[in-house]
């Protein structure tokens, strides 16, 4: 006999697998609160607080009564500050008709693969990826063509590599620069190439630029959008959640051809509605207020980067790429992996995982729900004092 869920469930739904960055960070919080002492490296947010400017605007939207439904797409004093922030910032020209604000950046991205994918569709995704990428491209009925990168490569897709796998049923390449959970940015020679792979197909490409001011050194991420012959082809998502520490608020915009632009909003529209309002005017405070936060907390990202780096690559068993933005470092640990540790036999990054939080009490992600079985991601969105004590434990789990 069938069991409800195989019986009555979708196949889209049935194909999908859970977060696992959220079923770590719910098992870490749930041992946290049983009184264990857990560092947490596994969320992917800020420690820092929401800025005050920003708190604040949404205390005086509350007292104001803006309490009450705006527009689908969003209010447009938002949708104006997204505009001068893409020209500002990404040296993008969009319209305010040409921007849709939603719960957050998962929406965007997920409104998009709904309004383009069907059944029989393609979507490339380098991986290792964002674990929702191919979980959104199943839920909207199509195929995540999954292709491998290397450490040696900085985790970064090349030209050949994307001539390969393209079919025929290619509908979307998908680009995440910087990367969650490596870390890697494409540089404006790499982004090229690919766009250069692509141009003349009817391939549309989303770029997932949630990242794009957390990032050091000389490089800078280069939006495909910019790229004249590909303009009408690339749909840009970004939000708030990353750069103003404004995980919770659940602010993010979609930017692309009105077209596509209209059809996410017919879907928001008999799914969610508007976002949140009083979030929505926090988000122009974030966007229009003084941007000088925003850079020195990059500077202390990059502290913190810099001794994770050179922390992880002195643990035997471990090796790891520089990351270029974002804030997670993400190890090779296959010098680990098949050995024993407290009687517990390492099989893979699952495995590796669950002895950390278990055992020594350090939350990490495994790869495999990134497509990168041999690696962990570790998330640097924490004091110095934490990522020390993390690197401390984790090195003894290994000794």
Partial sequence: MLHPEEKYLTRRVLSMQ??????????ANKMKAEGNDIVSLSAGEPDFPTPENVTQAAIDAINAGFTRYTANSGIPELKKAIVEKFRREN??????????????????????????????????????YWVSFPEMVRLAGATPVIVHT???????????????????????????????????????????????????????VISDEMYDMIVYGDIRPFSPARIPAMKEWVIVSNGVSKTYAMTGWRIGYLAG????????????????????????????????????????????????????????NSIPGFKTALPQGAFYIFPDISGVLGQTFNGVVMKDSADVAEYLLKVHHVATVPGDAFGAPENLRLSYAASITSLEEAVNRIRRAFK
């Fill in 18 to 27: 859970e977060s696992q960055t959220m079923r770590i960070s719910n098992l």
């Fill in 91 to 128: 040296a993008l020209e969009f319209k305010e008709n040409q921007i849709i604000v939603s719960n957050g950046g998962k929406q965007t991205l997920a409104n998009t693969f709904l309004a383009l994918c069907q059944e029989g569709d393609e979507v490339i995704v380098p991986a290792p």
């Fill in 150 to 204: 290397t450490l040696e490569a900085e985790y970064k897709m090349t030209p050949a590599q994307l001539e390969e796998v393209i079919t025929p049923n290619t509908k979307i390449l998908v680009l995440n620069s910087p990367s969650n959970p490596t870390g890697a940015v494409y540089t404006e020679a790499e982004v090229r190439a690919l766009m250069a792979v692509l141009e003349g197909r009817e391939i549309f």
């Fill in 257 to 312: 051809p009105k077209w596509l632009i209209d059809a996410c909003d017919k879907i928001q529209s008999q799914t969610t509605s508007n976002a949140n309002a009083i979030a929505q005017k926090a988000a122009v405070a974030a966007l229009t207020g003084d941007q000088s936060i925003v850079e020195e907390r990059r500077v202390e990202f990059q502290k913190r980067r810099d001794y994770m780096y050179q922390a992880l």
